[in-house]
């Protein structure tokens, strides 16, 4: 029997459901799905439009009486890091972060399991097993990749050594313009190292070394504290009602 898709995507709406950023709010997504070879492609033009990606789903905030969440993206060919972005860099000097294919492993989930337990233990994602991880890393029509970030071995100024200790991961997305950091998790004991800046820090310069003009962030809520350090990449545009502008903060 032979499936035929149609040619323009079709798009759903979620019921509300508690808002994650803002008490006392309830939020509704709208949502397609990614299929096929043409998924890449739908992904750009979605981006930008806001949309991010979860596995084989492309979604946007659609709250009907709010619009807090807007979508952020940084300008990787300006950008500029502060004298304190200077210093998480040196401080992250010994780690090697390597673009891998999209493919989980045994340790990956368990610095995972770590981060939820110290981050998010009353979070969604807090009861997730092994196997909903892979298909979290696994589950996608685009062009995905895991960058894992590792101590270097004792040799790795002649070798670039990536076989050290595993302090931090990115799944990300490579678009036609620009990264995408899809979800991100690291090391909480290692407080000293800011890693969660450091990830963002470094794929600004991956982007930049691949020739990508953006790298993208997700949504930024003003007034939520889990949002906040977004805003401190600049510059940045945000997607406003006129189209992706400069932010002026």
């Known amino acids: ?26 939020e509704r997504k709208v949502f397609t799905h990614l299929v096929g070879e043409r998924a890449p492609g739908l992904l750009d033009l ?17 709250c009907e009486q709010c619009r807090a969440c807007i979508s952020v993206r940084i300008l990787t060919d300006e950008f500029r890091p502060s004298r304190n972005m200077r210093r998480i860099l040196k401080t992250n000097s010994d780690l090697v972060g390597e673009l891998r294919g999209a493919e ?7 610095l995972f399991r770590s981060y939820l337990e110290s981050r998010h233990a009353s979070g969604g994602m807090a009861e997730m097993s092994v196997l909903d991880y892979a298909m979290m890393i696994e589950d996608s029509q685009v062009d995905t990749r895991v960058v894992e970030y590792r ?11 990536r076989s050290g200790e595993l302090m931090a991961v990115a799944l990300t997305d490579v678009m036609s313009d620009g990264l995408s950091m899809v979800y991100s ?24 070394r691949m020739g990508l003009p953006y790298l993208y962030l997700g949504y930024w809520v003003k007034g939520s504290k889990k949002m906040d350090y977004k805003i401190r990449f600049q510059p940045q545009e945000h997607l406003t009602p006129k189209g992706w502008e400069r932010y002026q903060g």
């Open 104 to 110: 989980p492993s045994s340790e990956q989930y368990s």
């Open 46 to 62: 979605l981006s930008q439009g806001g949309f991010r990606r979860s596995q084989n789903i492309a979604y946007r905030p659609a």
């Open 185 to 208: 998790y690291f090391e909480t004991e290692a407080q000293e190292r800011s890693l969660g800046t450091y990830m963002i820090l470094d794929h600004i310069e991956k982007a930049r």
């Open 151 to 161: 101590k270097r071995g004792p040799d790795s100024g002649f070798t670039d050594d």
């Open 1 to 26: 029997m032979t499936v035929h898709h149609p040619q323009s995507p079709q798009f759903f709406l979620t019921s509300p459901s508690p808002c994650p950023y803002l008490p006392g709010r309830a």
